[in-house]
């Protein structure tokens, strides 16, 4: 990230109109949409080449100003001594001791609740797609969108009704002669968060996973099994490999939200779980040690960190998977 | 695949409609367990909400956590505050991103995939991390007003309604629409208004109904910008009393969610009679 900054600084020293057009990469759309942004002032010959550009200058300020400029400030905070000055000291905090432990359970917990949701998501993606009953598909797809913004609070209550010790389903469970809490299970640990977090995390794969179900098409299972091919060999050789690069982008965007996920486990767990998104929390409401102001933009930077690299990966699988799907 | 192709067409027609048949068989089964499984899984703790909800005190059943909701303290302001955010992320919204999601799929079609990357971004990048830096670089002018939340939901509604939008415009043939406009004198402005929006309607609802639904249940920045929004409201509630709590957070849900439904089924029903209309 800081890297890119320089970067980009650099671009718009030598010539601030260049504009990379099919370099992929976020950044990059940025910084060529803001170039083409200030071109507009100067430079009457560079407008053919800016002017498909110009057109999405609203979008890209937009996100610059809302989304770039506030990540920048936090990687530039990150290396900032409450001072002022430069410092690795936030950095060095921040991946040691209680916030190391904080990422290494957000990191297992977003491992655990984006590969689960996702081969069940996946599944019923599957047999909605297939389903010939069109209410059933209405009704799957319009909750789908409901239940993937559904978090927080409210979500928390659902489950303590549910799964708490004194909960509908533990209350069902214990007359059926297993008592969930004798057995290990327990809402409030990581477990409990990662069952809990499924529910808009399967709903969220349905949304991503569903268009790239509509790319395999009939015609290719017909010429399978003409051609003799079982179900199970249709899906080893044709579907499987077609759709992997998909699936797996799909499930990258699972580890992602469920990395950032804040309210829910902060309603469930009241911060006894260690978890990086809480951890910047507690620093933003303002209970900090002095001297330490600062390792919470530590914290987010070290965030960004592992989301750029999910995303580097998020766009590579998505390259691979729009040969086959249109 | 290979060796199966070399061996004799006519041993291999026989058992592949066998084959077929217990395949049919064989998905219908999973899709039983599957659905069965995961409409278990979201229904039971619905269920056991609305239990607790239409729970008395004393553990009789009683509608007043449903009834006594618009009366209690806060609800009206943090109600009326949501309601304000959701309006004013909308708007903002609709006219960052429609015009933008035409003009992608219209002009630069090539960078359509790199859309979906970009907007992506905002549901990975944790909404507590946004938020510090949001707060750390806005003018105090901003700061001084919740209308600042509104601001960043655009952002965080991004991804649902550039999909839903671009879901929209691949349905149809936006070219020729265009074009066809064009061709017979339309204005730009006149273009987007009559021909192309009207026939987005169906993603422009939807993409609405997720703003408003994101809007009327963020949690994180509002409890952490320190406004009492809804959902702020609903969780410093819970602490006078849970059943009310969890009442209006059923109602929420429930009422997305069919305002949705209707939708979808009323834009249905329209198409077809379009169609209707025109092949008379």
Same mark, same amino acid.
Request: aromatic content about 8%.
């Given at each position: 990230m800081v890297e890119r900054v320089g970067e980009s600084a650099q671009v718009s020293a030598a !010539?601030?109109? !260049?504009? &990379?057009? #099919? *370099? &992929?990469?976020p950044v990059a759309t940025r910084r060529g949409a803001g170039g083409a942004f200030e071109d507009d002032v100067s430079g009457r010959t560079w407008r053919s080449r800016v002017s498909p550009f110009v057109g999405l200058a609203p979008f890209a300020l937009y996100t610059l100003v809302f989304l770039g400029i506030p990540a920048l400030a936090i990687v530039y905070g990150a290396f900032q001594k409450p001072s002022g000055g430069f410092t690795f000291e936030n950095l060095r905090l921040a991946t040691t001791g209680i916030y190391r432990t904080g990422y290494e359970t957000s990191l297992e917990l977003a491992v655990i609740s984006s590969v689960v949701p996702g081969i069940i998501g996946l599944l019923l993606a599957y047999a909605i797609h297939t389903s010939k009953s069109t209410n059933l598909r209405r009704i799957v797809s319009t909750s789908s969108g409901v239940f993937a913004n559904f978090g927080g609070v409210p979500l928390a209550f659902l489950f303590i009704a549910t $799964? #708490? @010790? @004194? #909960?509908v389903a533990t209350t069902w469970l214990r007359d059926l002669g297993i008592d969930p809490y004798q057995h290990g299970? *327990? $809402?409030?640990t990581l477990s409990g968060v990662a069952l809990v977090y499924m529910y808009f995390q399967i709903p969220l794969m349905v949304l991503v996973i569903t268009p790239a179900l509509g790319g395999i098409r009939s015609t290719w299972r017909e010429a399978a099994n003409n051609l003799g091919a079982r179900s199970w060999q249709f899906w080893r050789h044709v579907g499987g490999p077609v759709l992997l690069p998909s699936v797996l982008g799909a499930v990258l965007l699972l580890f992602g939200s469920a990395l950032s996920a804040y309210a829910t486990a902060q309603a469930l767990t009241s911060g006894s779980i260690a978890l990086t998104p809480i951890q910047i929390g507690t620093f933003l409401n303002g209970n900090v040690l002095a001297g330490e102001q600062n390792v919470g933009k530590a914290l987010g930077f070290g965030m960004i960190v592992i989301i750029m690299v999910v995303m580097l990966l998020y766009g590579i699988l998505q390259r691979r998977a729009s040969k086959w799907l249109r | 695949m290979v060796a199966l192709v070399a061996e004799p067409l006519d041993e291999l027609e026989v058992p592949a409609e066998e084959e077929g048949t217990g395949k049919h068989r064989r998905i219908r089964w999973w899709r039983g367990i599957v659905l069965f499984a995961v409409g278990a899984y979201f229904i039971i703790p619905f269920y056991a909400a609305l239990r607790f909800s239409l729970e =008395?005190?004393? =553990?009789k059943f009683t509608l007043s956590a449903f009834t006594s909701i618009p009366s209690q303290p806060g609800f009206g302001a943090a109600f009326a505050l949501s309601v304000r955010l959701a309006v004013i992320t909308t708007v903002i919204t609709m006219v960052l991103m429609v015009p933008t999601a035409v003009y992608v799929h219209l002009?630069?079609?090539?960078l359509r995939r790199l859309f979906d990357g970009i907007t992506v971004l905002p549901i990975v990048i944790p909404p507590v991390v946004l938020i510090v830096g949001v707060l750390q670089v806005a003018p105090t002018v901003l700061k001084g007003t919740p209308d600042l939340l509104a601001l960043v939901y655009v952002v965080l509604a991004m991804p649902f309604v550039y999909r839903s939008l671009d879901a929209g415009l691949r349905a149809i043939d936006l070219k020729t629409l265009v074009e066809a406009s064009r061709s017979l004198g339309g204005r730009w402005s006149s273009t987007l208004l009559r021909v192309v929006l009207p026939n987005l309607r169906a993603a422009l609802l939807s993409a609405t109904i997720l703003t408003v639904a994101l809007v009327l249940g963020e949690f994180t920045m509002a409890s952490l910008d320190q406004y009492q929004t809804f959902p702020v409201w609903i969780v410093n509630f819970e602490q006078d009393d849970a059943h009310v709590s969890t009442a209006v957070s059923l109602l929420a849900l429930v009422g997305t969610w069919l305002l949705l439904l209707l939708i979808t089924s009323f834009d249905r029903r329209q198409s077809r009679r379009w169609l209707r209309k025109e092949s008379r």
């Open positions: !010539s601030h109109r !260049s504009i &990379p057009a #099919g *370099d &992929p990469g $799964l #708490g @010790t @004194t #909960g299970f *327990d $809402l409030y | =008395g005190s004393n =553990g002009r630069v079609p090539r």
